[in-house]
C-alpha cells in the first residue's frame, strides 16, 4: 500500500428536482504521502464537489453511485457517519473558500482551535491543550497566540483567518488536507502569504495536500501533480511540468491560452468559446468537444479512454489516438512572453501606436487631492482616501489597482457624486462635480455622460423588472428620446451590442447567469452613450473565462468608441492586459502613477513592487523559486507628495527604492 | 472611557423607558375618554338608571369629570407623581391594592406558560431541525400552522368542552374551587387548562423560528469546517447552531413575554380566572379609568422592558457587535 489516498472510478450524483445532476464521472486518481495534487477547471466542474465526496460532506441529496474511495489503507466508500467522524481531522482535513464564513463568528479562535485538538486527543486538557494551541498558532504564522486566541474572528482579518482555519485544520495531524481555493476569496498579497504557508507545512509536516482552485498561477506555485477537471471528468492528469510544458488536451491548451499572461501583445484576450455544459444531461462523448475547434468527429460520439503519454502523465483525448491527425498545440511555451524577447517589443511597439490613436491629451477627469473620511461615530472616522490627484485622458483606460479597503471604491463613488467628497475638487471637462451649484446647473450632462458598472452584478439589478426595462431605465429618467424608434428597439440594440441575445429581453436578472448579467449592466451603461465609464471592479465576481469576455468586451468599446474608462481591479493580471494607465493605491494614499509598461517592468514604491511580486506566475520552475516580498506597511512609505521621476511616471517619494 | 461609555449607554436606554412611559399614560388618557359608554356605571352599578339629571351632574362633579381632559389628565399626573394613583370605582379601594390581590394569579398563569413555550419550543425546533424535512418534521409544522390561526377563546371553548363538560376531567373555570385556596392540587388542577391553551397558541410559532434559524446556522460554511474536523452531528448542532442561535431566541422570547401576557388576558376571560386580564377587560368596559390607566401602564412598562432586554441582549451577546464598540474606542486613543 504505498498510495494514501485512491480514487477509483468515482460517480457523485445530486438528485433534485431538474433530474440526476451527474458531478463527478467516472474520475479516479491516486494521492502519495507528501505529494501537492492540484484540481484545475472553470467553476462547476466537480471539483469541490469531488473533495467533499472524498470526506463525504456532501448534503443528504448527493449519493455516490459508483466506484470506491480507499484512504489510509482502507476501503472508505461505505462508511457510515460515525466512521467517517473518526476520519476526519485526523487521517483527513480540509480547508475552505471563504475563510469570512467558515469560523464561527461566536466562539474565539482559540476555543475553535482547541476544539479541534480535542476531538481525536480527548486527553489533552488544560495547561498542554493551551499549549498545543499556542503551538499550532505559532505553525500557521500568527503572532502573540497567547493574545490572539481569547479573540474572536471577527477581530481577525481576512488573511489571519485563514491561518486559523489551516491551523484548525492541521489540529489532528491529518495526512491529506484538502484545500478548497483556500486563497480565492484573498487579497493577492495575502494569496502569496498564504500559499508560502501551505507550502511550508507541506515539508514540515509532510502533510499530502489536494489543492483545488481554477488559477493556473497558483497552480505553478504548489503543485507537485496537476489534474485538469472538465464536467465532472478529470481530462489530464500528469506532473506539473508535464501539464504546463506540454499539455495534451485541448481544454488544458483553452485554459492555458485564457491566461492574460498568454494575450500580452494580442488586441483580445483567448476565450474558450461557450460554456461548460450542464450535468443534468452531460453529451455524449467528449463533453469538451462543443466548444473545441479540433474537435474530431468521433469526440461527439465516444468518449475517449485515457491515453498514456508518459507513465505521470494521461490524457482523455482522441487526438492522442494513433489515427488522429497531428496537431501542434496552440500553446506555446509558458513563460514565453516575459523573456524580454522580440514579441515584448512587438507588442509595447503596437501598444504604444495604439494609445496614440485612442488617447488625446484632452483631459477629461482630473481629480485633485481627494480626500474623503467616513465618520463612525461622532468622535471616530476612518480616512478612506488621503490626498489622491490623478487625470484620466478622453479615450483612455485608467486602472486603479490595490488591496481591498485601500479606498479604490471609494474614489469611484467620489468620481461619481455618489459621496461628496470632503477636501479636494473633481473636475469633469472642467466642470467641478464637487461644488453643488455648478453640479446642478450640469446636472443632467453629468448624469447622462457618467455612467458606473458595479461589482456585483446580483444587487445592481432590479430583480423585479424586466432586462429591457433595466436597460431602458437611466434614458427615462433622462426623459430622453430613444434614437432608435422605442424604448424596447433600443434595448434590444445595446443587447445585441454587449453580445447578448435579443431573447433575454423579457426575462428576469435571476434567470441570467453571471456573465450576462454583467453583461446587462453594461449595457444599462451604454444606453446613455456616456463618456466615461467607471467600472467598480466588474469582473471580479465572474468566472475566469468570462472575465476575458467582459475585457475583450471594454477593449473593444475603447478602441471603437473611444470611451473612457476608469477601471477598478485588484487583478493585476487583467489590468496589465487591458489598462493604459495604472494608478496604484494603498491604504487611502495613490502610492504609483505610470503607463502600464512602464510600472509593470519599472515600479519604483516598496508596495508596488510588493504586489507586483506577489501575483503568481504560470510558470512552476520559475514560481516554485520565487518568494513573495512583503511590504512592511510603515507609515512613513506613504507620506510624501507624488513626483515625476520619468515620463508621466509618479511615485510617492518616501516610499521609493 | 470604557465607564463612561456604559453610563452614557444605559443612560440612553433609561431615558427612551421614562419618555414612552409618559407617552403611553397621555395617549391611553385621551383615548379610553374617546370611547363610547357612560363612567358613572362604574361606580355607582344599577343605580345609574334611576338617577336624576341634577343628580348625575353632583356626581359627575364629584369624579371630576367635568373638567376638561387635559385638566384631568394633570391632576393624575399629579397624584400618580405623589404614589397615589386612585381609587377603583368599581371596587372603591385603592386601585394598587386591587391589582396586588389579582396579579399573582396572572404571573403564575403566564409565568408557567412562558417557561414551558420557552423549553418546549428549543427543544421541537432543535428536534425538528434534526430531522429535516422528515416525516415528523413535517407533520409538526403542518399542526403548528394549523393550531397558531386558530383563534384562542375558541380554543379554550372547545377544550372546556371536552375536558370539562364531557369528560369531566378538569375544572372549568376560576383559580381554585371554593374553600381549597390552600389546596395545592386543586390549584395545579384549575391551571392544566389555562396553561394549556397559552401554551399550544404560541408554542409552534416559536418552535417554527428555532427550526429555521437553526436550519440557517447549519447551512454556514463554518458548519462545513466544524464537520471537517471531526465533530459529530450532535456535537456541530449543539456546541456550534444552537450557541449561535441563542442570542436571537433569547431575544425573541423577551419580545414575546408581551404576546404571552396578551394570550393570557383572552384565556383569563374565558376561563373567569381571577387575573388582572378580566380586571382590565371590565375595567374598560365599565371605564374604571383609574384601574385601567394602571393597568395599562403597567402592561406598557413590562412591554417596553422586554423590547429594552431584547435589545440589551442582542447588543452584549454578539461578539461581532461587542467588538465593533472596542474598535471605536481604541480608534479614539488614535491621534
Known amino acids: 500500500m504505498s498510495e494514501l489516498l485512491e480514487v477509483k472510478n468515482l460517480s457523485v450524483s445530486f438528485f433534485c428536482a431538474g433530474g440526476e445532476v451527474q458531478a463527478v464521472r467516472d474520475v479516479s486518481f491516486s494521492l502519495a504521502r507528501g505529494e501537492v495534487l492540484a484540481i484545475v477547471g472553470e467553476s462547476g466542474c466537480g471539483k469541490s ?143 502569496a502569504q498564504i500559499l508560502d504557508l501551505l507550502r511550508d507545512i507541506q515539508q514540515k509536516l509532510g502533510t499530502a495536500t489536494v489543492f483545488v482552485t481554477h488559477d493556473l498561477g497558483v497552480v505553478a506555485r504548489v503543485a507537485d501533480r496537476v489534474a485538469v477537471m472538465y464536467a465532472g471528468k478529470i481530462v489530464e492528469i500528469g506532473t506539473a511540468a508535464e501539464i504546463f510544458y506540454e499539455p495534451r488536451h485541448p481544454y488544458t491548451w483553452g485554459l492555458m491560452r485564457a491566461l492574460p499572461a498568454f494575450s500580452k501583445g494580442r488586441d483580445s484576450l483567448y476565450t474558450i468559446p461557450g460554456m461548460p455544459p450542464t450535468l443534468i444531461n452531460p453529451p455524449p462523448g467528449d463533453a469538451f468537444a462543443y466548444r473545441n475547434e479540433n474537435a474530431l468527429a468521433i469526440d461527439y460520439e465516444k468518449e475517449p479512454p485515457m491515453f498514456r503519454v508518459t507513465d505521470t502523465h494521461y490524457a482523455a483525448t482522441w487526438l492522442l489516438d494513433e489515427r488522429a491527425p497531428r496537431i501542434a498545440a496552440p500553446v506555446g511555451r509558458c513563460g514565453e512572453h516575459t523573456d524580454g524577447g522580440k514579441s515584448r517589443r512587438r507588442w509595447e511597439d503596437t501598444k504604444n501606436t495604439r494609445m496614440e490613436e485612442t488617447a488625446s491629451n484632452e483631459i477629461l477627469l482630473d481629480v485633485r487631492h481627494l480626500s474623503h473620511v467616513f465618520p463612525l461615530n461622532r468622535k471616530t472616522a476612518v480616512k478612506a482616501v488621503e490626498d489622491v490627484s490623478f487625470q484620466i485622458f478622453r479615450g483612455e483606460i485608467f486602472g486603479l489597482v490595490g488591496e481591498s479597503g485601500s479606498g479604490k471604491s471609494t474614489v469611484a463613488r467620489c468620481v461619481m457624486n455618489l459621496y461628496r467628497p470632503c477636501e479636494g475638487s473633481i473636475r469633469y471637462k472642467g466642470i467641478n462635480t464637487c461644488d453643488a451649484k455648478s453640479f446642478r446647473k450640469n446636472r443632467r450632462m453629468l448624469q447622462s455622460t457618467r455612467q458606473m458598472i458595479f461589482q456585483d452584478s446580483d444587487s445592481s439589478l432590479n430583480q423585479r ?110 489590468v496589465e492586459f487591458l489598462c493604459d494607465r495604472v494608478g496604484v493605491m494603498c491604504r487611502g494614499r495613490l502610492v504609483e502613477v505610470a503607463p502600464t509598461q512602464e510600472l509593470f517592468s519599472n515600479p519604483r514604491h516598496a508596495y508596488t513592487k510588493a504586489l507586483l511580486s506577489a501575483i503568481p506566475i504560470p510558470d512552476p520552475r520559475r514560481e516554485q523559486a520565487r518568494r513573495a516580498t512583503e511590504f512592511c506597511a510603515e507609515r512613513d512609505a506613504l507620506d510624501g507628495e507624488l513626483t515625476e521621476i520619468g515620463a508621466g511616471h509618479f511615485v510617492l517619494k518616501n516610499g521609493e527604492q | 472611557m470604557k465607564k463612561r461609555n456604559r453610563f452614557v449607554y444605559y443612560g440612553k436606554k433609561i431615558l427612551t423607558f421614562v419618555v414612552s412611559v409618559f407617552i403611553l399614560s397621555a395617549v391611553v388618557f385621551y383615548v379610553s375618554r374617546l370611547a363610547p359608554g357612560d363612567p358613572l356605571v362604574s361606580y355607582y352599578g344599577d343605580r345609574v338608571e334611576k338617577m336624576t339629571p341634577g343628580e348625575r351632574e353632583w356626581a359627575k362633579e364629584r369624579l371630576g369629570l367635568n373638567d376638561s381632559v387635559t385638566v384631568q389628565y394633570v391632576r393624575w399626573l399629579d397624584h400618580a407623581f405623589r404614589g397615589d394613583f ?79 363538560v364531557t369528560l369531566h376531567w378538569l375544572p372549568s373555570s376560576g383559580a381554585y374551587s371554593v374553600g381549597k385556596e390552600r389546596d395545592f392540587a386543586d390549584r395545579v388542577m384549575h391551571l392544566i387548562l389555562p396553561v394549556g391553551i397559552v401554551v399550544l397558541n404560541h408554542l409552534w410559532y416559536y418552535a417554527y423560528m428555532v427550526r429555521n434559524k437553526i436550519l440557517e446556522e447549519v447551512r454556514a460554511d463554518y458548519v462545513l469546517l466544524a464537520r471537517a474536523k471531526g465533530l459529530t452531528k450532535r456535537a456541530v448542532m449543539f456546541r456550534h447552531c444552537l450557541r449561535n442561535v441563542m442570542p436571537s431566541y433569547l431575544s425573541l422570547m423577551a419580545i414575546s413575554v408581551p404576546h404571552i401576557l396578551g394570550g393570557t388576558y383572552i384565556v383569563e376571560t374565558v376561563f373567569s380566572y381571577p387575573g388582572i386580564g378580566t380586571l382590565a377587560y371590565e375595567s374598560a368596559r365599565y371605564k374604571d379609568y383609574n384601574l385601567l390607566m394602571l393597568l395599562c401602564i403597567l402592561s406598557g412598562i413590562l412591554v417596553i422592558l422586554c423590547n429594552l432586554t431584547a435589545q440589551i441582549i442582542n447588543e452584549r451577546i454578539d461578539p461581532r457587535i461587542r467588538e465593533q464598540e472596542v474598535s471605536e474606542r481604541l480608534e479614539v486613543t488614535e491621534p
Request: charged content about 20%; overall charge neutral; hydrophobic content about 45%.
Open chain 1, 49 to 191: 464537489v469531488l473533495c467533499k465526496s472524498i470526506m463525504k460532506l456532501l448534503p443528504g441529496t448527493a449519493k455516490i453511485k459508483s466506484g470506491s474511495i480507499a484512504a489510509g489503507g482502507a476501503d472508505i466508500t461505505h462508511y457510515t457517519e460515525r466512521e467517517m467522524c473518526k476520519l476526519r481531522g485526523k487521517l483527513f482535513s480540509m480547508v475552505f473558500q471563504d475563510p469570512m464564513t467558515s469560523l464561527n463568528p461566536t466562539i474565539s479562535v482559540g476555543a475553535q482551535i482547541a476544539e479541534a485538538v480535542r476531538v481525536h486527543q480527548p486527553e489533552i486538557t488544560g495547561e498542554r491543550l493551551q499549549e498545543r494551541v499556542a503551538e499550532l498558532m505559532k505553525l500557521v504564522g500568527i503572532d502573540c497566540p497567547g493574545e490572539r486566541m481569547k479573540h474572536y474572528p471577527c477581530q481577525f482579518s481576512g488573511g489571519m483567518r485563514q491561518r486559523a482555519v489551516i491551523a484548525v485544520a492541521l489540529a489532528g495531524n491529518p495526512a491529506i488536507l484538502f484545500a478548497d481555493e483556500p486563497t480565492t476569496a484573498l487579497d493577492v498579497t495575502i494569496q
Open chain 1, 465 to 574: 423588472m424586466r432586462v429591457c426595462d433595466i436597460i431602458a431605465e437611466p434614458m427615462k429618467i433622462q426623459h430622453m428620446t430613444p434614437p432608435r424608434a422605442s424604448f424596447r428597439e433600443e434595448a434590444r440594440f445595446q443587447m445585441h451590442y454587449v453580445g447578448l441575445d435579443a431573447r433575454y429581453l423579457d426575462k428576469y436578472p435571476s434567470e441570467l447567469s453571471g456573465g450576462q448579467r454583467q453583461r446587462v449592466a453594461i449595457a444599462r451603461a451604454l444606453a446613455m452613450e456616456p463618456e466615461l465609464l467607471v467600472a467598480d471592479e466588474p469582473i471580479a465576481s465572474l468566472d475566469v473565462s468570462i472575465q476575458a469576455q467582459i475585457v475583450n468586451l471594454f477593449r473593444h468599446l475603447q478602441q471603437e468608441h473611444g470611451f473612457s474608462f476608469l477601471f477598478i481591479a485588484h487583478d493585476l493580471a487583467m
Open chain 2, 86 to 164: 386612585g381609587i377603583s370605582w368599581k371596587y372603591k379601594t385603592d386601585v394598587v391594592d386591587v391589582i396586588g390581590g389579582r396579579i399573582g394569579n396572572t404571573l403564575l398563569l403566564g409565568g408557567l406558560g412562558f417557561v414551558f413555550i420557552f423549553v418546549f419550543s428549543l427543544l421541537l425546533g432543535v428536534w425538528c431541525a434534526w430531522h429535516e424535512e422528515g416525516p415528523a418534521d413535517r407533520m409538526i409544522c403542518n399542526v403548528g400552522t394549523l393550531t397558531s390561526c386558530i383563534p384562542e377563546f375558541w380554543l379554550s371553548l372547545v377544550l372546556i368542552l371536552v375536558f370539562s
